[in-house]
């Protein structure tokens, strides 16, 4: 099993920047994909989420209206497209994949918002 996560960096306030995660080793379509974020000296969150069917998506209240979560079963990959970027989203983001009590995790991508 694997998710690799890329697309993060350095971005000004108020840039974008696309996370992705792609997967591999587990039936992709029967999971609920996640992306958490951890910033330093706090606790992960979960920042946005999606069905396995992708009908339905969650955010986090910092984020709704700027993040939004899609996912590509195709490609076995899930997004986070991330806009109007502000420095309080600075942090490790992880992909996680979570079915029943299975989950797996990524290994996080620094994003980095700072002029």
């Known amino acids: 099993v694997q998710l690799v996560e890329s697309g993060g960096g350095l971005v000004q306030p108020g840039g974008s920047l696309r996370l992705s995660c792609a997967a591999s080793?587990?039936?992709?379509?029967?999971?609920?994909m996640r992306w958490n974020r951890q910033a330093p000296g706090k606790e992960r969150e979960l920042v946005a989420q999606?069905?396995?069917?992708?009908?339905?998506?969650y955010y986090v209240d910092s984020v709704r209206g700027r993040f939004t979560i899609s996912r590509d079963e195709g490609k076995n990959t899930v997004y986070l497209q991330m806009n109007s970027l502000k420095p309080e989203d600075t942090a490790v983001y992880y992909c996680?994949?979570?079915?029943?009590?299975?989950?797996?995790w990524g290994q996080g991508t620094q994003v980095t918002v700072s002029s």
């Open positions: 999606i069905t396995s069917t992708g009908y339905s998506t």
């Open positions: 996680n994949a979570a079915r029943g009590t299975s989950r797996y």
């Open positions: 080793g587990f039936t992709f379509s029967s999971y609920v």
